[in-house]
């Protein structure tokens, strides 16, 4: 079970992982686009992610207005999720995030 997926930190006690996951649940595409982005970088050789670059990546290529109550069209709120659900899901990828502790970590002790 990943903790970092939208239908399970729906649930989550901490209101900032709440929001991404509504926020993911509403906007499959995000992902979509931030798996096609991380495969890319992984293919060209990179072993460390940059979950910012990826980000500003589907900024750049989205350019539309995404179902979200935040006045970005993504919020950087939601990075340290993506790249949790990332590593999560793919634990044998030859590219990973480096991660830094945020608060709603403690629901994985």
Request: charged share 25%.
């Amino acid at each position: 079970m990943n903790p970092f997926d939208p239908e399970i930190a729906i649930k989550s006690s901490f209101a900032a992982k709440r929001r991404y996951a509504k926020f993911a649940l509403n906007n499959p595409v995000i992902w979509n686009y931030f798996l096609r982005f991380c495969n890319e970088a992984i293919n060209a050789g990179y072993t460390t992610l940059s979950v910012s670059l990826v980000f500003e990546r589907i900024r750049w290529e989205t350019n539309v207005v995404t179902r979200s109550q935040d006045p970005f069209k993504i919020t950087n709120d939601f990075k340290p999720y993506y790249a949790r659900r990332f590593n999560y899901e793919f634990p044998h990828a030859k590219g990973e995030f480096v991660l830094h502790l945020i608060p709603s970590d403690i629901e994985l002790i």
